[in-house]
């Protein structure tokens, strides 16, 4: 048997705001570790001969960030599937499921987001190879987590008959909403009902046979998807047209709540989903006083509080069970008790038009990244890094100038017929209308200062002419 694991990386983390941005969303970020939450979730997959590559499936504004992420610990993915536009987990298991029987008509999928935080990697693997033994018989596994209190923020499942006495796997008898409190003291007490983790152990084919039983639509669009995929430099674009036609559901309600071929495996792994601050805090060291804290952070008499600094110092004196997060440009600040208020906050910025929610100062694209210093009226000021063999496409804008200015590394600047190699120190100017384009031939980061003038100055004021990354 041959398992492909299905790492779903979509979503925006929006209760993890202002460090969450649709951008730059929780699963790449490092939240609980230097390594972001992607590249945790695929070094904690098992090894060896029967476990393959992993395929991840994400959002097209993602592509090269993941490609990047694989790159740093060393994976070469199967594949990079990219969805362009969010039809929720259901489709976009069936397009990768397509996808696999392309490879290996007996493939099996382990489908596994990519936000979760999972401490006992020895008992994960474990559950992985007890439902393994269940897959064979044509059962749709899922992983339910043994509570350790009541929990009001997750899905339960109950559990129903044994499929094999004291094996700890079950028949599923049924799937529960998120619970209020009471609800959820009567689950843990019962002892029938676990934690719905949305991780999944299936045959492909099995899962495509139960999606075209339940919800024919969408596996015909997947299935189409897939069949008119190409490529993109590494990537696999699924059809655009076919997949957004696609209905748009969950595995759980499209298939696992009505399937008689679901069972759960019992699993206590120190699972958290990290879906709000204070599941961050749950997970998070914390200190003699209850604090977890990172980045430049000062304490005094703070008790039970998440504290994190990502550009300056925060200090904190005389307050117990806060959350208290800063970056560049946003600061939140809240109780304990009122995180899953946060989503709140970025409605609010989507409805204003803002872009805090979008966005951080630092925008990364795939030939490094730009970070805005300073901005006024007809002038930005930005810090650009431009990774060694990163090139810039080919462009030209309507209504603004640049300077640059070598801080470090080598620079190869067209501009118009001109190419020119600047070193330390060393500018040029770009005027109004010239093509263009910046690269680093180097082996070391180039870093420069960028100054912009003119009477629009908007990211949109670009024309590509040409673009290794193939962007539009």
């Not at 969450?20 to 590249?39: G, H, N, T, Y």
Request: aromatic fraction near 8%; charge should be negative.
């Amino acid at each position: 048997m041959k398992i492909y694991p299905v790492i779903l990386s979509g979503g925006a983390g929006t209760r993890l705001w202002p460090l969450s941005r649709a951008m730059m969303p929780k699963q790449l970020l490092p939240l609980v570790s230097d390594r972001s939450m992607l590249q945790e979730t695929v070094l904690r997959l098992p090894e060896g001969a029967t476990m393959a590559a992993p395929l991840i499936v994400c959002g097209n504004e993602h592509r090269f960030m993941v490609a990047e992420q694989m790159r740093e610990i060393g994976v070469t993915p199967l594949g990079i599937m990219l969805e362009c536009v969010g039809r929720n987990t259901a489709p976009a298991v069936a397009a990768a499921a397509h996808f696999l029987l392309t490879q290996d008509p007996d493939a099996v999928m382990l489908v596994l987001p990519a936000d979760h935080v999972i401490n006992d990697r020895a008992g994960f693997h474990a559950a992985i190879a007890h439902a393994a033994e269940l897959v064979n018989d044509g059962a749709l596994a899922t992983f339910g987590i043994v509570p350790t209190g009541p929990e009001t923020g997750y899905g339960y499942i109950r559990r129903g008959d044994a499929v094999v006495a004291d094996s700890g796997s079950y028949k599923v008898d049924r799937f529960v909403e998120k619970p209020d409190l009471a609800t959820a003291q009567g689950f843990l007490a019962d002892g029938a009902y676990y934690w719905n983790s949305g991780m999944f152990l299936f045959q492909a084919q099995t899962y495509l046979n139960e999606l075209r039983a339940l919800q024919p639509a969408m596996e015909a669009s997947a299935a189409d998807a897939v069949r008119l995929a190409y490529r993109d430099l590494d990537f696999c674009r699924l059809d655009e047209a076919s997949f957004a036609a696609s209905p748009s559901e969950s595995i759980d309600y499209a298939v696992m709540e009505h399937t008689r071929r679901a069972v759960v495996v019992a699993a206590d792994i120190g699972w958290n989903d990290v879906g709000s601050w204070s599941a961050l805090w749950d997970v998070e060291k914390h200190d003699a006083d209850g604090n977890a804290s990172r980045g430049d952070v000062y304490l005094d008499g703070v008790t039970n509080s998440l504290v994190r600094a990502e550009s300056r110092i925060v200090a904190v004196i005389g307050v117990q069970d806060l959350v208290v997060v800063e970056t560049a440009d946003a600061v939140l600040v809240t109780h304990r008790d009122h995180v899953q208020r946060v989503k709140k906050v970025v409605e609010h910025l989507n409805a204003d038009d803002r872009t805090e929610h979008l966005h951080h100062t630092k925008v990364y694209r795939p030939w490094g990244s730009y970070e805005g210093i300073d901005i006024g009226e007809r002038f930005q000021v930005k810090r650009i890094t431009v990774n060694p063999g990163g090139k810039l496409s080919l462009q030209m804008h309507h209504h603004r100038a640049e300077h640059w200015i070598v801080v470090s590394g080598t620079a190869r600047v067209t501009c118009g017929e001109n190419v020119t190699l600047l070193s330390e120190n060393q500018s040029t100017y770009i005027p109004i209308g010239m093509n263009h384009r910046l690269e680093n031939p180097g082996k070391l980061p180039l870093h420069l200062i960028e100054v912009q003038s003119g009477s629009y100055l908007g990211e949109d004021d670009i024309v590509r002419f040409e673009d290794v990354y193939q962007r539009a």
